[in-house]
């Protein structure tokens, strides 16, 4: 009898796919297949019902179990796949009692949230990094984005359960812990004392001292308090690598988009950055095509690239979400927006070329994450030459870079 998890999307979802992995052993839930949902593109939706269908081909017997934001946000149209056996709502696929229920649709309304359960994970399997849940859900309303709808209101971990949890997989052998939320600078809104992302890292170093390395995952550039600003200088532990939720580089698409920031606060933000730490790599999610994007706004994204130093781009044509504002506004011709997204990866690229060739003859810290790849502290790919220990912190030299990544020889 085997369990398979089928994780698409966040971080996010990694850490609650281990947390369902617990539940639906502890439930004797066996020969099954769990698909845990995403629901920012179609694309992702996409993805998901053709694991559903393949899965099903390879083995009709087992019960195949859809949950994740998609399943969330509509439940019905994923229960009517062949082959599925169960739909989990997102609050639902994370409690014990929902493993044990037989009933097809579990799925409550998650506006209704007003708070977030921890929970203690041992490990990630075969990952060499761990994501750490610390925030859920989001206030805000983008007219492009269809999350808080599948995600709820933002709820934020307690420091103490997030200590709790860092400090157990810190002792499982954890080089590496992730922050992940879905608005992660929101963290902290509705605990008392209203504490900011800033205060919940340092005081997380501070309690687990052992740990090696935090990174976070992706940040809103309007949003960085100022106690994080002042990790970023002085913490070592912290790593260089930041983020950011940037989406546009023209004032006018962000505000119809409904973001919390222009384009200078994404400019100040890197340019702050690398005043407190020379060595930080930038990364950026970009969203190409909007609706009303002229070439003129796309040109502003495009030279945003250089402008701000963005080295690291994950770029999405702009895909519709039925329910949201911008889905009511024609769209612009897909191929359009396909050209305009290889434009900016393709700007990306030269950039993230550019920094890794500039590595060569540098040494670094590279977390192993296999024995023959990893990521060093900037999040740069790294090629080992020799084998090295998965999981391992493996300082190395850097010998030679091209557009994937950097290779070099442990030390």
């Known amino acids: 009898m085997s369990l398979d998890i089928l994780t698409f999307g966040c971080r996010l979802n990694a850490f609650e796919s281990e947390v369902m992995r617990g539940h639906a052993e502890a439930a004797g839930l066996g020969d099954a297949v769990i698909v845990n949902t995403c629901a920012v593109t179609a694309e992702a939706e996409r993805q998901a019902r053709q694991a559903i269908r393949r899965a099903h081909r390879a083995d009709p017997a087992a019960k195949i179990i859809v949950t994740g934001c998609a399943a969330q946000i509509d439940p019905a149209a994923w229960s009517s796949i062949e082959g599925v056996a169960r739909v989990l709502g997102n609050a639902e696929k994370l409690t014990p009692e929902a493993w044990r229920s037989e009933a097809p649709v579990l799925v409550a309304d998650i506006m209704q949230l007003r708070q977030t359960a921890a929970h203690l994970i041992e490990g990630f399997g075969?990952?060499?990094?761990?994501?750490?849940?610390?925030?859920?859900?989001?206030?805000?309303?983008?007219?492009?984005?269809?999350?808080?709808?599948?995600?709820?209101?933002?709820?934020?971990?307690?420091?103490?359960?997030?200590?709790?949890?860092?400090?157990?997989?810190?002792?499982?052998?954890?080089?590496?812990?992730?922050?992940?939320?879905?608005?992660?600078?929101?963290?902290?809104?509705?605990?008392?004392?209203?504490?900011?992302?800033?205060?919940?890292?340092?005081?997380?170093?501070?309690?687990?001292?052992?740990?090696?390395?935090?990174?976070?995952?992706?940040?809103?550039?309007?949003?960085?308090?100022?106690d994080l600003w002042r990790l970023l200088e002085s913490e070592p532990r912290l790593m260089p690598h930041l983020h950011l939720s940037v989406q546009a580089g023209s004032d006018l698409i962000l505000k119809r988009m409904k973001r919390r920031h222009l384009r200078h606060h994404v400019i100040e933000a890197a340019a702050r950055a690398r005043a407190l730490r020379p060595d930080i790599a930038l990364g950026a999610d970009l969203i190409a095509g909007f609706p009303t994007e002229t070439e003129a706004h796309f040109a502003e994204t495009l030279a945003l690239v250089d402008d701000a130093g963005l080295d690291y781009l994950h770029v999405f044509p702009f895909s519709a979400r039925k329910g949201t504002p911008a889905a009511r506004i024609p769209a612009l011709p897909m191929a359009e927006r396909r050209a305009r997204a290889a434009r900016l990866r393709e700007?990306?690229?030269?950039?993230?070329?550019?920094?890794?060739?500039?590595?060569?003859?540098?040494?670094?810290?590279?977390?192993?994450?296999?024995e023959t790849a990893g990521h060093t502290e900037t999040f740069a790919p790294i090629r080992f030459s020799v084998p090295v220990t998965p999981g391992a912190l493996v300082t190395a030299r850097i010998t030679g870079a091209d557009a994937t990544g950097v290779t070099a020889g442990a030390e």
């Open 126 to 226: 075969t990952r060499a990094r761990a994501f750490i849940e610390v925030q859920q859900g989001c206030d805000h309303r983008c007219t492009f984005c269809i999350i808080p709808y599948g995600r709820g209101p933002s709820r934020s971990i307690p420091l103490g359960a997030v200590v709790e949890q860092v400090r157990t997989l810190v002792a499982n052998g954890y080089n590496e812990v992730v922050l992940t939320g879905v608005d992660l600078t929101s963290y902290g809104a509705d605990l008392p004392g209203a504490p900011k992302l800033g205060q919940l890292c340092r005081r997380l170093l501070a309690a687990v001292p052992d740990l090696p390395r935090l990174r976070l995952s992706s940040i809103d550039p309007a949003e960085i308090d100022d």
């Open 347 to 370: 700007a990306g690229a030269r950039r993230a070329e550019a920094r890794f060739r500039a590595m060569t003859g540098t040494t670094v810290t590279a977390l192993a994450e296999t």
